[in-house]
Structure formats: C-alpha cells, structure tokens
C-alpha cells in the first residue's frame, strides 16, 4: 500500500507493503495484486519544479512509468524528488484497491475499500480513515445478525457479533481501534491528525478483514466444487442437497456477493 512520507525522510529500499517507487522496484502491483518486482521505464516526466524552504535545490515532481515483472501491465506513480532522493509518494494510477478482489467480496464493502485506498494513494489520510471505517460497518450490514444490524454505533454492532463468534477476537478487537481512528478522521477538531501510517494501517486491516470473511470462504467453496463464479446464480452451482441458507455449509458467505 502507498505511503505517505514529509520531505526530509527517504523511502526504505525494498519494503514489499509498499507500491513500487523508482527507488524501490518491488511491491504489491496495483494491476494484478500480486507482489513483484518492476522495471523502471526509461523516460520520466518532470510534472513540475519548485522550491523549499530550507532545501538546497528544486524539488521535482515526477512521473514514472514501471512495469510489473509479472502481469506485464504498466503503472504510473508521481513522487517528490530532489536528485536521486525520493521524498514521498505522491498519486498512483491506476489506484490500488477493489480492481484485485475476489469477486465474492460484497460490493458495498469492496467500494468502501477501493474509495479508501484512493484516498490513501493521494495522501488524503483523514478521508481514508472514514472510509476504512466505513467498511466494517458494511460488513456488519452484509453478514451481521439482525441484533447488529439494528445497532446504531458500529462498536455496538461489532461487540454484537464478537458475542455471536463472529468475527474472530483479534479482527474484532482491531475493528475496535479501527472505529476510534474513524471519529478521528471524521471530527479533526476533536482529536489528533491521522497519520499516513495510521491510515495505511487501518487500510491493512480492512484488507484482512475482507481476506478472513469473504475470499477464504469463497475460495474453500470453489475448491469443494460448490461455487461456480462462471455460472448466472452462483448458488446453483452448491450441489445436491446443498441450501444457500445453511451457514454451516457457507460460512455465512452470500454467494451473490450483494
């Protein structure tokens, strides 16, 4: 995921959490998902010049084209530079976020997620925090029982389900702080700054979240032979014998994804 960095700091050589860079090459692509490395085009865009205070020189904003090794497919991040130093990230495209989902994975949430990533990848850390707050509330409206879903406050809703078994202890306990980084986003006059490393935090919890809920299932079902994604209902495809309703049998997965 992108992070945000001030001038003044270099980003660490080789971090693969985080989208590629010229001067790092490896990274989670945000075409295809999957971690890679990358192969720096030759020519880059110099999108503009302009001077710090106290800095030594013209920062550059520039654009660089980098090609993932495995998918072949080209991405275009923008970054603060002065020479060889690389100051921060600045926007991606195309932005990381629901394009890799599994396709099981409930719009609603997905979208949440996608908007978030968005607004991480563009150094909008308040923004991203409201909408990673957003998913889990999703969620609970997705697949939470009708005692959670009459919940008013999402960490009501969430104690709800912890009761209930579901989700597990420690997603439930980080959707906990997930919640109170959310008021932080949304009511700035109330509570610190959100940092870019608190909100790309909160965005890894989403993604694990959305992970353990939603592609496990699905993915277990496609292995069993009782989901088919190719086929118009996905619920025809669980077999005789088998009920969309069981929960044993789904996980509590709504094959449809809606």
Same mark, same amino acid.
């Given at each position: ?11 660490a050589p080789n971090n693969p959490d985080t989208i590629p860079t010229p001067n790092d090459l490896s990274g989670p692509c945000p075409r295809c998902g999957r971690i890679s490395?990358? =192969? ?77 990533? =968005? ?35 999402? =960490? ?15 997603? $439930?306990? $980080? ?25 790309e935090g909160w965005g890894k919890f989403v993604r694990h979240l959305i992970r353990h809920e939603y592609e496990m299932p699905a993915q277990l079902l496609r292995d069993q ?34």
């Amino acid at each position: 995921m992108a992070s945000q960095r001030s001038l003044g700091s270099t980003s660490a050589p080789n971090n693969p959490d985080t989208i590629p860079t010229p001067n790092d090459l490896s990274g989670p692509c945000p075409r295809c998902g999957r971690i890679s490395n990358f =192969k720096q085009e030759a020519q880059s865009l110099i999108l503009r010049q302009f001077k710090r205070p106290n800095f030594m020189g013209y920062v550059q904003e520039r654009a660089d084209l980098l090609t993932c090794n495995g998918c072949q497919e080209t991405t275009v991040v923008v970054t603060e530079r002065l020479g060889d130093r690389e100051y921060g990230l600045l926007h991606v495209y195309p932005a990381p976020g629901a394009g890799v989902l599994d396709k099981q994975v409930n719009e609603r949430v997905a979208s949440a997620y996608d908007e978030g990533m =968005k607004c991480l990848t563009s150094g909008a850390n308040r923004a991203a925090a409201v909408m990673f707050r957003s998913a889990p509330s999703l969620f609970v409206k997705d697949k939470g029982s009708d005692k959670a879903k009459g919940e008013r406050h999402l =960490k009501n809703a969430l104690k709800h389900m912890k009761d209930e078994g579901d989700p597990h202890r420690s997603l $439930w306990e $980080w959707a906990d702080h997930l919640n109170q980084l959310g008021n932080e986003g949304a009511h700035p006059e109330d509570y610190d700054d959100v940092t870019a490393e608190e909100a790309e935090g909160w965005g890894k919890f989403v993604r694990h979240l959305i992970r353990h809920e939603y592609e496990m299932p699905a993915q277990l079902l496609r292995d069993q032979g009782l989901l088919k994604d190719d086929e118009p209902d996905a619920e025809e495809g669980a077999g005789p014998g088998a009920s969309s309703a069981d929960p044993a049998l789904h996980g509590g997965l709504n094959p449809r994804g809606v």
